[in-house]
């Protein structure tokens, strides 16, 4: 009955083609796709604010660092992401086979896992490759990590906002069918059916609503005396509205029977730990001296002005 009366509606919903978006531009002979900008938008506008951040006090990084951890933070995303894609989310079914498929000891990835202009990044995964890169970074220039990360963690929210609009426009990882106002029918969606435009609420939730939190959180209040207390407040806050989210997005295909046997979708299980992991570093904060409050804080935080 939900099937037919969401059918019914479907000629009341907006069709997404109507919308006269496309996908990339189209250069002649290569199509510049939005998503792959999305991605240098989100970086770049990090990069560019990181560089300013560091020149408040108490910063931890200086230029240099900035620059190293630009690069390998890019490298983290991209790879991360994709490889986590790979790893998470195909391999479920028959109609979406694994990315490692067709790989073989000594030979080149399957060139599947490197068409990043196709879409399908998983956040778990460049989570992990970010975490990575910075740790990466941090050792090889002996600074401390999880200052770095609060850093970080302020400016991942232009990324996510960027990258879930390329989403939409892509007209990819739509919504479960709904009758609200604002359904939208996908040209890849076999059924037709009304649809949450998902992707708009996670660039909403995961991306703006992170910026609206971060940067004032960083920016107007001490937050950054206390290591661990930003990325722990962006850690728990994406993860809690990545939960809230997949209620509203369609379980990928391939692992709709996994989210109908568990009563919780991939995504949802990948973020449970994070809100934990969140909530504890917030809390490990607030219950420590800030910086320059103790003799060994107090040192700290030259050195770490010094280096800015």
Known sequence: MVLLSLLADASQAIRFEDLGLRRGIDLGFFELRFYSLAYLAGIVLGYW????????????????HVDDLFFYCTLGIILGGRIGYAA??????????????????????????LRLWDGGMSFHG???GVLLAIAWVCRSNKLRFIRVADYIAVNVGFGMLFGRLANFVNGELWGRPTDVPWAMIFPSDPLQLPRHPSQLYEAALEGLLIIIIMLPLFWKTRARWRPGLLVGVFTACIAAARFTVEFFREPDAQLSEFAR?????????LTLPLILIGIALVIRALVRPP?????????????STEAA
């Open 49 to 64: 604010h990181l560089s300013k951040m560091i020149k408040a006090p108490g910063s931890p990084l200086a230029q240099r």
């Open 88 to 113: 998470f989310y195909t391999g479920g079914s028959s109609t979406e086979p694994s990315m490692f498929t067709h790989f073989t000891p000594g030979a080149f990835p399957s060139w599947d896992l």
């Open 126 to 128: 460049g989570a992990i």
């Open 261 to 269: 046997q568990t009563g919780l979708s991939m995504g949802q299980w």
């Open 291 to 303: 910086l320059g409050t103790t003799p060994a804080a107090k040192g700290e935080g030259a050195t």
